[in-house]
Structure formats: structure tokens, C-alpha cells
């Protein structure tokens, strides 16, 4: 189904929610009626199924990677939300340590074949090459983050680490790898350490590289989702984090909103029983809901615009 939407939870740093955000927001998207899927990406860490209260799968990505079931739909389990499936996560993290970049456009190309109106992906924590290919392939890219200097820190990271990725996946298409190929060396001689320093020398270098860099920027659109906030001050940080990315590494970020810290969710999670399904109207989920919505709305607006362009283009 090639119209279907693939988004991805990332965000660096675990225990910050991101499995927390993809089952429930699933679970949203397949209470508005829609066909959903869920794929649990957290390769050697996988327990979307405890989120959803459902029993250890017998099949798994594994056995997509390791071509042991060819059909993707084969992994499919049901749950106990009408509209709602789920694909596991590995079962040994190890085996599919170091996909290559080839697997990964198998399995997202097989997703996106899957007869879904909306993917979410749940990714794993840290910046390994799999989480962040994985995190660049979907078409809508989420980031949880908490209000803790770690989690802020590795959050900067990830962007950074996704940009530089995406950079050096497309410049082979505009025949520009062996100029992206030395300048993304941690050793580089250029100085070339954050978004912006790469994007400022790509303009200096003009003509096709300047258009190249500009391109990246456009479409390069992970939006922010802030979680656990307790504090008035905490709040802020969202908007605090697309200001510095902004001024110190060029980039447009989108802060979607913040999810308030509440008890009713680690009592969701001992009871293995989704926030949407045990406390659809607890705060958390009301301020998810807004987040959802908002998500829609913005994929929305850019389809019409999208071909609002392509009609003009004719």
C-alpha cells in the first residue's frame, strides 16, 4: 500500500518514553479509524508487546532479516485494539547488529507495501547507524526528549548524527561523495563538527553544493515531542531546544508539545495495559491526543501544498 505513512519514534538516550509515545499513539491513530501497524525496531531491547499486554510473539523481525519467513505480513500479531497489529522486535539483538543499509530499504520498502494507512516504528536508544537510518527513512520523524541534561544532550546528538547520515546517504545520488566522504571524518581538516559548519562550508563551495545542502535542509523535518515534564520550567525546554538548533546548527525543528509526568502511566505499564485503553482521559493521553492531532494536521497541510507544487510544476 504505497500511500501508507511510516513514523518513527527516536530520540537517543533511553528510558525517555519512546515506547510510551509509539504504542499509544497507535493506539490513537487506529481509534480514528485507521489501519496501523506497529514495529518494534528496538533491536536487542524489544518489549513493545509488554506495552500492548500481548504474550512473547513466536515470529519476529528476525526472521524477516534472516529471510526465514519472506512474507512481512507472516509477522503480523494481533491485539486487542480493533485496527491495531503488531510486528516484534529481534529476538537476539546481535544477529542483526550490523544490517546493511540494503536490509533496512528491504524492510522499509516491505512496509511500506503492507496493507496499513499508518507505521510507527519504535526505536532503539543511542546513534548506531541502524537507529539512525531507520529514523531517516520514515516519512514523519519523532523525537521524545526529557527535560534532563542527558537526555537534551544526547537529543542535540542525534540530529546532529541523522543530519551528517543524510548528507552522506544523498550526496551519492547527486554524484557529490567524494566531496561529503572527507569532510564527515571526525578527523576532517575542515573543522566540520555541527550541522551548521558543514552547512556554511557547503555555501562557500557554491553552485551545486549550495543547492545540494539547501535541498538536505528542507527535508530534513524531525519535530520534537517533550515527555515527563513535572515543572513550569520544564516546559519551556521544548521551545528552548528548537531556538538552539536553530542558532547553533541551522536547523528547523518542529516542537510538537509536552506530555506531563503522571502516575497513571507506570501504572499502565505494571498492569500491561496501554495508557489509551486503562486512562484514555488521564492528562498525559489528552495532551497525546493534541500531539496526534497536530501531527495529522501538519502531513496533512504539506500533502495539499506537496500537490498544490506538482500541479503548478505541469
Known sequence: MENNKILAIGGGKGGVGKSFVASNLGILLAQSGSKVILADLDLGGANLHTWLGVNNPSKSL?????????????????TNIPGLSLI???????????????????????????????????????TSYNTVDFFLLADIQLMVVIPEPTSIENAYRFIKNSFFRQVFHNSKKFGLKSVVTPILRIDNPYNITTPKTLIDYFNKLGGSKTVFIEEQLQIFMPKIILNQVRTE????????????????FNINMTFLGYISEDESVWKSVLNRKPLAVASPDSVPMQQLKTICSDILLKETELTSKNNLLSKLAQ
Open 233 to 248: 520550567k520544564d516546559k519551556l525546554v521544548g521551545l528552548a531546544m528548537k531556538d538552539a538548533c536553530s542558532k547553533y
Open 88 to 126: 516484534s522486535g529481534a529476538k537476539d539483538g546481535v544477529e542483526i547488529a550490523n544490517l546493511k543499509y540494503t536490509q533496512k530499504r528491504r524492510f522499509l520498502s516491505a512496509l511500506r507495501n503492507m496493507d496499513a494507512d499508518y507505521i510507527v516504528i519504535d526505536l532503539g536508544a543511542g
Open 62 to 78: 528476525s526472521d524477516f532479516i534472516s529471510r526465514e519467513t519472506l512474507n512481512i505480513s507472516k509477522l503480523l500479531v494481533s
